[in-house]
Structure formats: structure tokens, C-alpha cells
């Protein structure tokens, strides 16, 4: 039976976990603090549970220098659960924005208050979305179906790579052919807002920096696009300027803990931009689920109802063990490192291209999730390539199912020592057989 230590887990989610975490888990999960109790039993509402949250959301904080002006939630339903949540809650602040601008031209007149935003949602309610991988084509056909009951036409696939490289995802369009709803100072309506997904896991592809597209130009932030990220894979895998988000959310389970906990990043005047579910009822909009319901986890300190505590505290645990290596400037570290990994397997990769094919263009390549064809997608070769990293204890290579192939997991977990374990086995298999 091999130890932690025999083997390179490279899984893609869930991710692999610093040991010390794991340790102090198995304590914690036993006997939390001497209480007598595991930290999967203990109450979310007692003050324990309340510090752990605390504490988990001051790491997050300090780690990426989250403005006062943000609020940290946590949340169920992982980055599948934000394709919906992100849909109700940002329509419900574009219907409170509209309805706050008719009420005050047309004099508080609630008839003709209702009618107007009624019109507005038909003709002018826009969700943005750039599709460049599976996961954002997902929340794009999520927001799709969600709207379905008011009609078409109001998802706007500003960007879909497939377009622009045969028909298959792995490159990122020009940001110039881009096809994004016009804001208000451009001449145009503005979207509720724009969706991206900064690292897609299953075809490797990661945007290189933000948009500049997207940047934001002034103080009115509703002359802006209101960007939404998906971080969920390459979370505190480098730094953010969070103040160009609006919202960014993201699954633990590769870069920060284990399953069951979804952090989300927003901005606290959306919190404060809601309308009644009275009113978005009567225009013809679903009210967002409660569990998905930004403001009331938010003033509910994320213990509205029965959050996981243990997977909190493990993802606290992640946060504060970056935080005492490489202290406030943990994530600029982290983006160095992650980028020192990436390049020792794709220089190896990029060596022999006969037998080593990297999926994504170039300048879209995924510092996360590094996917590969062998002899151009050869079953046996694929194969005979994985059962020989199995046997030297490098784990978690098969790409997903949807596309195959062999995909590597970079995750901020994954040591360099296991990265060199790796490239030594892929020079040893892009030699020639001894006859």
C-alpha cells in the first residue's frame, strides 16, 4: 500500500491538500479544540461555528485584499449551483435598477412603474456570456433555461471560441470581435451582466489576465459591464484586483479545501440593490431561491441555514498556511510557482511534438489544467502512457471523458518535487523503444 508520499496525485477535483491540512483534519474531525466533539458535529450556530466562519473569511480577505466594500459568502451548490444563483441574483438587481429609474420619472406612479419595467425586461435584458469551455457553455445554457418562461433571446453568447478554432474549444477570441451588449455610455441598454470562466478545467484553457475589454472606466457602476468569474480552478493561483468584479465565485475542491463549499466574492452595494419578491413576481421574474439569496446568507453571516463548518475550517486552514509562508503576498507567490510548474511540462511537451500534442493554443494555455493528445490522440498510446504513470504512482492524468486524452492538474497543493516526478516519466516515454 503505497503513503501520501509515493504517490503524485494530479486529479483535476477533488484536488489534492497540503498533508499538515489533512493531519490537523483528522484531529479536528475527532476532537475539535478538546471539546469532546468533531467539528462535523458541532452547531452552526454556536460561537465556535461563528469564529470558524470568521476566521476563514479574514484568510480570504488578507490573501487577496478584499476591499471593505466586498462581502466573503459561503455557500452549497458549487460553481453549478453559481450558473443559477448569478442568473436569479443579478436579474433581480437589474429589475431593481429599472424599476428605481421609472419610479423616479414617472413620479412613484406604480401602474405605469410596472408596465415600463415590464417592457424593459422584454426588450432590453441582456445576460452576457463568453463561452470559452465546457463549464461557461453550461451556465450559459443554465441562464438560458432559467429564462426560458419570459421567452428567447435574452442570453447574449458574446464570445463563443469554438468560432474561431475549428469548431472546438482551446483558443480565446481577439477581444475585438467580441459581441458584447453595448452600456449606456457606449450608445446602449448595458447587460445585467457579463459572465466569463477564468480557467476552464476540462479543455484547458485560461484567460491570461483580465479582459481589458471589461476594465472599468469610471465611478457609475451602472455605466459598466458588471463582471461575474468563475474562479472555481484557479482560485488563489494568483493575484486579483478584485474591484473589477462584481461577483466572483468558485467550487474548494481544487485550490482551497474539499467538496461542499462555494465561496462567493460581491460587491456589497448589489447586496443592498434588490426589489421585493412582490414586485418581481408581478413583472414576470422569479424571485431567487433563499439559499441562493446573496443578501440573506450575507446578513445571516453565511448561517442561514446548515452550512458545512468542517469544510470551512479546512479551507481556512489552506488560506492561513499560505498566509504563514508566504504571508499578504501569498497569491503573488503562488502565480510564480504555479507558472514555474506549468513550464516544466509544457517545455517538455513543446520538445517533441510528435508525440506530445498541447490542446489550447498557445496564449490561451491553462496554467492549472495542462491537456494533451499522444500521436495525435492515439487509444493505445493514451493508454500505455497511463498505465505507466499509475505505475509509478502518478495519479489522476486521464482527461475528461468528454474530450479525452491526458490532462495535468497543476493545483496549488501539488508540490514541484511531484511536477519533476512527472516530467522525468514523459521523457522517458517520448524515447525511442530500445530494439
Given at each position: 500500500?503505497?503513503?501520501?508520499?509515493?504517490?503524485?496525485?494530479?486529479?483535476?477535483?477533488?484536488?489534492?491538500?497540503?498533508?499538515?491540512?489533512?493531519?490537523?483534519?483528522?484531529?479536528?474531525?475527532?476532537?475539535?479544540?478538546?471539546?469532546?466533539?468533531?467539528?462535523?458535529?458541532?452547531?452552526?450556530?454556536?460561537?465556535?461555528?461563528?469564529?470558524?466562519?470568521?476566521?476563514?473569511?479574514?484568510?480570504?480577505?488578507?490573501?487577496?485584499?478584499?476591499?471593505?466594500?466586498?462581502?466573503?459568502?459561503?455557500?452549497?451548490?458549487?460553481?453549478?449551483?453559481?450558473?443559477?444563483?448569478?442568473?436569479?441574483?443579478?436579474?433581480?438587481?437589474?429589475?431593481?435598477?429599472?424599476?428605481?429609474?421609472?419610479?423616479?420619472?414617472?413620479?412613484?406612479?406604480?401602474?405605469?412603474?410596472?408596465?415600463?419595467?415590464?417592457?424593459?425586461?422584454?426588450?432590453e435584458l441582456r445576460l452576457d456570456y463568453l463561452v470559452t469551455g465546457s463549464w461557461s457553455l453550461k451556465a450559459s445554457q443554465e441562464a438560458a433555461n432559467l429564462l426560458e418562461p419570459l421567452g428567447t433571446g435574452f442570453v447574449n453568447v458574446a464570445m463563443d471560441a469554438r468560432g474561431a478554432n475549428g469548431?472546438?474549444?482551446?483558443?480565446?477570441?481577439?477581444?475585438?470581435?467580441?459581441?458584447?451588449?453595448?452600456?449606456?455610455?457606449?450608445?446602449?441598454?448595458?447587460?445585467?451582466?457579463?459572465?466569463?470562466?477564468?480557467?476552464?478545467?476540462?479543455?484547458?484553457?485560461?484567460?491570461?489576465?483580465?479582459?481589458?475589454?471589461?476594465?472599468?472606466?469610471?465611478?457609475?457602476?451602472?455605466?459598466?459591464?458588471?463582471?461575474?468569474?468563475?474562479?472555481?480552478?484557479?482560485?488563489?493561483?494568483?493575484?486579483?484586483?478584485?474591484?473589477?468584479?462584481?461577483?466572483?465565485?468558485?467550487?474548494?475542491?481544487?485550490?482551497?479545501?474539499?467538496?461542499?463549499?462555494?465561496?462567493?466574492?460581491?460587491?456589497?452595494?448589489?447586496?443592498?440593490?434588490?426589489?421585493?419578491?412582490?414586485?418581481?413576481?408581478?413583472?414576470?421574474?422569479?424571485?431567487?431561491?433563499?439559499?441562493?439569496?446573496?443578501?440573506?446568507?450575507?446578513?445571516?453571516?453565511?448561517?442561514?441555514?446548515?452550512?458545512?463548518?468542517?469544510?470551512?475550517?479546512?479551507?481556512?486552514?489552506?488560506?492561513?498556511?499560505?498566509?504563514?509562508?508566504?504571508?499578504?503576498?501569498?497569491?503573488?507567490?503562488?502565480?510564480?510557482?504555479?507558472?514555474?510548474?506549468?513550464?516544466?511540462?509544457?517545455?517538455?511537451?513543446?520538445?517533441?511534438?510528435?508525440?506530445?500534442?498541447?490542446?489550447?493554443?498557445?496564449?490561451?494555455?491553462?496554467?492549472?489544467?495542462?491537456?494533451?493528445?499522444?500521436?495525435?490522440?492515439?487509444k493505445e498510446r493514451e493508454k500505455a502512457f497511463l498505465e505507466g504513470a499509475e505505475q509509478r504512482g502518478l495519479q489522476g492524468l486521464k482527461g475528461h471523458r468528454s474530450v479525452g486524452g491526458v490532462r495535468v492538474s497543476n493545483y496549488n497543493a501539488v508540490p514541484m518535487a511531484n511536477v519533476k516526478k512527472l516530467a522525468l516519466w514523459l521523457v522517458e516515454f517520448a524515447q525511442p523503444?530500445?530494439?
Amino acid at each position: 500500500m503505497p503513503t501520501r508520499e509515493e504517490v503524485a496525485y494530479f486529479g483535476a477535483g477533488p484536488a489534492p491538500l497540503p498533508t499538515p491540512v489533512l493531519e490537523a483534519g483528522s484531529k479536528a474531525f475527532l476532537n475539535y479544540q478538546d471539546t469532546g466533539l468533531s467539528l462535523a458535529e458541532i452547531s452552526h450556530r454556536s460561537p465556535l461555528a461563528t469564529k470558524i466562519v470568521e476566521d476563514t473569511k479574514a484568510a480570504l480577505s488578507s490573501l487577496l485584499e478584499i476591499p471593505d466594500s466586498y462581502e466573503v459568502l459561503f455557500l452549497h451548490g458549487g460553481g453549478s449551483g453559481e450558473f443559477s444563483a448569478v442568473v436569479f441574483n443579478m436579474v433581480a438587481v437589474w429589475v431593481e435598477r429599472r424599476r428605481r429609474r421609472a419610479e423616479k420619472e414617472l413620479c412613484s406612479d406604480e401602474a405605469k412603474v410596472l408596465e415600463r419595467v415590464r417592457r424593459e425586461i422584454r426588450e432590453e435584458l441582456r445576460l452576457d456570456y463568453l463561452v470559452t469551455g465546457s463549464w461557461s457553455l453550461k451556465a450559459s445554457q443554465e441562464a438560458a433555461n432559467l429564462l426560458e418562461p419570459l421567452g428567447t433571446g435574452f442570453v447574449n453568447v458574446a464570445m463563443d471560441a469554438r468560432g474561431a478554432n475549428g469548431g472546438k474549444f482551446g483558443a480565446i477570441p481577439e477581444e475585438s470581435s467580441w459581441k458584447l451588449t453595448p452600456t449606456r455610455k457606449e450608445g446602449g441598454k448595458g447587460s445585467a451582466f457579463v459572465y466569463y470562466c477564468d480557467n476552464e478545467t476540462v479543455d484547458g484553457v485560461e484567460f491570461p489576465s483580465f479582459p481589458s475589454i471589461l476594465e472599468p472606466t469610471g465611478k457609475d457602476e451602472e455605466d459598466e459591464h458588471l463582471v461575474i468569474a468563475d474562479m472555481s480552478s484557479n482560485f488563489l493561483s494568483r493575484h486579483v484586483d478584485v474591484h473589477k468584479y462584481a461577483v466572483i465565485f468558485g467550487g474548494a475542491q481544487k485550490n482551497i479545501g474539499i467538496t461542499d463549499t462555494t465561496l462567493v466574492i460581491i460587491r456589497k452595494s448589489l447586496l443592498a440593490t434588490y426589489p421585493t419578491p412582490s414586485f418581481l413576481h408581478a413583472v414576470g421574474v422569479w424571485s431567487p431561491p433563499v439559499i441562493f439569496h446573496y443578501p440573506t446568507i450575507a446578513k445571516n453571516n453565511s448561517l442561514y441555514n446548515t452550512i458545512p463548518i468542517f469544510s470551512i475550517w479546512i479551507a481556512g486552514e489552506v488560506m492561513r498556511a499560505l498566509l504563514t509562508v508566504h504571508g499578504t503576498q501569498a497569491t503573488y507567490s503562488q502565480e510564480n510557482l504555479a507558472g514555474e510548474k506549468a513550464k516544466v511540462i509544457y517545455d517538455i511537451l513543446d520538445a517533441d511534438l510528435e508525440i506530445f500534442q498541447v490542446c489550447p493554443d498557445r496564449k490561451a494555455r491553462s496554467r492549472m489544467n495542462i491537456c494533451f493528445r499522444i500521436c495525435g490522440g492515439d487509444k493505445e498510446r493514451e493508454k500505455a502512457f497511463l498505465e505507466g504513470a499509475e505505475q509509478r504512482g502518478l495519479q489522476g492524468l486521464k482527461g475528461h471523458r468528454s474530450v479525452g486524452g491526458v490532462r495535468v492538474s497543476n493545483y496549488n497543493a501539488v508540490p514541484m518535487a511531484n511536477v519533476k516526478k512527472l516530467a522525468l516519466w514523459l521523457v522517458e516515454f517520448a524515447q525511442p523503444p530500445v530494439t
